[in-house]
């Protein structure tokens, strides 16, 4: 069914909200060898981000790179409200808090990377020289609101990566 659906692609945008989901999506396009974006929203929508794996980019890193810098703060991560409950998925269940106006910020720069992923080569859209960029709408020091301010990071290897360590 993947290679059904994902014939003739050109990149994979993943909004999936699902660890496992974005793992599956990134192995495929990896496989693939075309561009990957994942956007991903922090509960409250305080924060978000926006990662792209790019394989013309050979000395970037990937999406596991990604979850290690994450993980290790080397990226740093989005703020969130520790107060905003997610609730296990159903049918007609709350399975996030935050509102769409600030999710917004976070799926229009998705799709301003896909632009410029995919147009840069041809002096169309600019490119960036950056892969990852993460958002913060909220300051936790003196919890409030703040402009949308976007941090970017260039995505290097990680050396625990098992898809780039050894590359």
């Not at 981000?49 to 790019?54: D, F, G, H």
Request: glycine share 8%.
């Amino acid at each position: 069914v993947l290679d059904l659906f994902l014939r003739d692609t050109s990149l994979i945008y993943d909004a999936a909200g699902d660890l496992a989901i974005s793992n599956l999506l990134f192995s495929e396009a990896y496989d693939r060898k075309i561009p990957y974006i994942s956007v991903e929203a922090r509960p409250g929508v305080w924060g978000g981000l926006i990662m792209r794996y790019n394989p013309e980019k050979k000395d970037a890193g990937c999406w596991m790179c990604f979850r290690h810098h994450l993980f290790e703060g080397s990226i740093e991560s989005p703020p969130q409200d520790p107060t905003a409950d997610i609730q296990t998925g159903g049918c007609g269940d709350i399975t996030f808090i935050g509102t769409s106006f600030e999710l917004q910020n976070i799926s229009l720069a998705g799709v301003r990377f896909v632009a410029s992923t995919l147009c840069s080569d041809q002096d169309g859209y600019p490119g960036v020289d950056w892969d990852v960029a993460v958002l913060s709408l909220f300051d936790q020091g003196t919890k409030t609101l703040m402009l949308p301010t976007w941090k970017p990071y260039k995505l290097n290897k990680h050396p625990k990566c098992h898809y780039c360590a050894n590359k």
